[in-house]
């Protein structure tokens, strides 16, 4: 069983930077692919980014690409996303998502161990 928690999130003006980080215990961490979605009031979960169990692989949504950057410490158990550059359109809540392969990763149900998440908000 694994469990993830985030933190990092909060209210910050378009422009701003913020980084999340994803904190998980259980298991082995490199055996887990880890994505982060995000969902924004009223809206489906989007994927936002993903990185391989060695950081090896990594995916990122059209919306975030070369404002997001993801990196994972295994000798910590963290993933973080790094965001620059935000904008009002990336307010949600965002969540952290954990799964064995690669295989698949776009689909949210593929997801066996999800965090609680934590609010971004980006005033205009």
């Known amino acids: 069983q694994v469990q993830l928690v985030e933190s990092g999130g909060g209210l910050v003006q378009a422009g701003d930077s913020l980084r999340l980080s994803c904190a998980a215990s259980g298991g082995t961490f490199s055996d887990y692919v880890i994505a982060w979605f995000r969902q924004a009031p009223g809206k489906e979960h989007d994927l936002v980014s993903v990185?391989?169990?060695?950081?090896?692989?990594?995916w990122y949504s059209n919306a975030v690409k070369g404002r997001f950057s993801i990196s994972r410490d295994n000798a910590i158990n963290t993933v973080y996303l790094q965001m620059n550059s935000l904008k009002p359109e990336d307010t949600a809540v965002y969540y952290c998502?954990?799964?064995?392969?690669?295989?698949?990763?776009?689909?949210?149900?593929?997801?066996?161990?999800w965090g609680q998440g934590t609010q971004v908000t980006v005033s205009s």
């Open positions: 998502a954990a799964k064995r392969t690669m295989a698949t990763f776009t689909t949210r149900n593929s997801y066996d161990y």
């Open positions: 990185i391989s169990g060695n950081g090896a692989s990594i």
